[in-house]
């Protein structure tokens, strides 16, 4: 008995230090993804409030799109590739098609590498094609979300993405094998009261257990994510023997050289009454050409199913053939597809929360907050955790040099993250007009705020940089609601504020988010300015002579 519990201890040692230093590797970074990801829960209302309102009297109603889609495609052959018609208008979207063109030597899946383009018709009836310059900012964000806070989504980015998931995916297996033990015990009995480490410990091991199939499920999706390229070739060799592509293309009907012409394409009125005798609970938003003048067109109608599992961020999909109306695929599409997809898609929808409705946006912004939070307590834990206290009647002691390291390191990068976001989303307004590249100046103000902030906190110190960068972030978040009031007010003529609940919602965050900031500061100045001396958390900790 006494061996096998030795044993069992070594074990436990073991899977702790694994979940410990995969943390505190990997935990900085997810931070950022997280908190950018709870962001992005909501990227199509933060979508509509950082775009100044368009002039929608050159909409045209879905009876109306043919002509439209033929004239543009006449003057422009290039955009039958592929293009968008947009099925709802919004305060925000001036044109009902659209289309992107990827930039000279951008990465297939780089979304702000696109440079987007828009046709409609004028006042009196001319066809208009012309350069959009929709907002970068939604898409900026969940860049920093998909690659763990570096600037681009780039086949290399991604495989770094995909090695902290990977770290993550450890420290999740190994956090549990160490807290399951003793969890039952340890959940029923909370310790609140003077012993701030444990009342922490606690705390980060109930959420982790609480939110545990949350963030296996975004591991195990991160991962494919990052490394899904290499997988698919790994299968196409090993399974497939090299017909992996043929598989997919399962039940399309064979190639057709005939000569396509766009004049021949059947009205996208017809094409979602096709969708809507296949799937009346579907909700299309918008119809994707692709490909209409190739041996293999195809229209993939997007929408939403209140009581399905969305396949991708956009949403669920049927593909028909643009010129027949014959349904192609239903893979993508809830109620219609074979097991296999079901449950591949169900993993996609858990990831993008493309399920259900508002509630489940609010819940996966919880938990995307409370992840965050765990992987900022972790970093804290194991610097309390090599905390020298102050003995009787002994002079304060010098704190480990890699405990204020570390220390000074989560302070700066994780409150640098969250006072760059909010820099960059309040600067949206500040930018409309006088900034041409809108990109580059989103990048600018993010990581220019990133960078000092983490220079501030070394220079400083953590404690000091604590209270005063959560300050920074307070006022940084409340002037993402004062830029809509000032424009709302027509203080800044340039400056537009939406009436939609969706857009007012996000001043309306950011007023709650700078309350919670401001809160945190006041609670953080007591531990910094009045707590217990002998801990890098406070102003009179005695400076470091010498690196342990």
């Not at 094998?177 to 705390?203: E, H, Q, Y």
């Not at 028909?320 to 993993?347: C, K, M, R, W």
């Amino acid at each position: 008995m006494v061996l096998q519990r030795a044993r069992l201890n070594q074990w436990a040692r073991l899977y702790k230090g694994v979940h410990t230093w995969t943390g505190i590797v990997a935990g900085m970074a997810l931070f950022i993804a997280f908190y950018a990801g709870a962001l992005t829960v909501f990227k199509a209302p933060l979508e509509r409030w950082a775009s100044p309102p368009a002039n929608t009297s050159a909409w045209v109603d879905v009876a109306d799109t043919q002509a439209l889609i033929q004239q543009t495609l006449a003057q422009d052959p290039t955009v039958a590739d592929e293009f968008f018609i947009h099925l709802h208008p919004l305060e925000h979207r001036p044109a009902a098609m659209a289309w992107m063109v990827a930039a000279e030597g951008a990465d297939e899946h780089d979304q702000l590498a696109q440079v987007h383009y828009q046709s409609f018709f004028d006042g009196d009836g001319e066809l208009v094609i012309e350069q959009a310059s929709p907002s970068p900012l939604a898409e900026f964000l969940d860049v920093l979300h998909r690659v763990v806070g570096l600037p681009f989504d780039t086949e290399y980015t991604r495989w770094v993405m995909g090695i902290f998931a990977v770290l993550y995916a450890l420290a999740l297996f190994s956090g549990l094998v160490v807290v399951l033990p003793t969890f039952a015990k340890d959940i029923l009995s909370f310790r609140l009261g003077k012993n701030r480490k444990r009342m922490w410990l606690d705390a980060h091991n109930v959420v982790g257990i609480v939110s545990l199939p949350f963030h296996v499920i975004i591991a195990l999706t991160a991962v494919g994510f990052a490394f899904h390229d290499g997988i698919y070739m790994a299968q196409d060799k090993v399974v497939h023997d090299g017909t992996l592509i043929q598989s997919f293309r399962s039940g399309l009907p064979a190639p057709d050289p005939s000569p396509k012409e766009p004049a021949d394409l059947l009205p996208p009125a017809k094409i979602l009454a096709q969708v809507e005798a296949l799937a009346p609970e579907f909700e299309p938003t918008m119809l994707q050409y692709l490909r209409v003048t190739s041996p293999m067109p195809a229209v993939r109608v997007w929408g939403n199913d209140q009581q399905g599992m969305g396949a991708r961020a956009w949403g669920s999909f049927a593909i028909l053939h643009p010129y027949s109306g014959e349904v192609l695929n239903t893979d993508y599409l809830p109620s219609h597809q074979a097991a296999a997809f079901t449950a591949i898609n169900t993993i996609f929808s858990l990831h993008f929360v493309t399920f259900g409705g508002t509630l489940e946006k609010w819940i996966y912004f919880i938990l995307a907050l409370a992840g965050a939070w765990l992987f900022y307590t972790g970093n804290l834990l194991w610097v309390e955790s090599r905390r020298r206290s102050q003995k009787p009647r002994q002079p304060l002691p010098v704190q480990r040099g890699n405990a204020r390291w570390l220390a000074s390191a989560t302070v700066g990068v994780c409150l640098g993250a969250v006072c760059g976001m909010s820099a960059t989303i309040a600067a949206t307004k500040w930018m409309h007009g006088w900034v041409d590249n809108l990109l580059l100046g989103h990048q600018l103000v993010y990581y220019v705020t990133f960078f000092l902030a983490i220079a501030w906190a070394f220079t400083v110190g953590a404690a000091r940089a604590s209270v005063q960068l959560l300050w920074v972030a307070a006022a940084l978040t409340l002037s993402i609601a004062a830029s809509s009031l000032l424009g709302w007010a027509g203080w800044v003529p340039a400056w537009w504020s939406h009436g939609s609940v969706a857009a007012l919602g996000v001043d309306a965050m950011a007023v709650m988010g700078a309350a919670c900031f401001g809160l945190m500061a006041m609670s953080t100045a007591k531990r910094v300015y009045s707590g217990s001396a002998d801990s890098v958390w406070t102003v009179e900790a005695p400076a470091v002579t010498a690196t342990d």
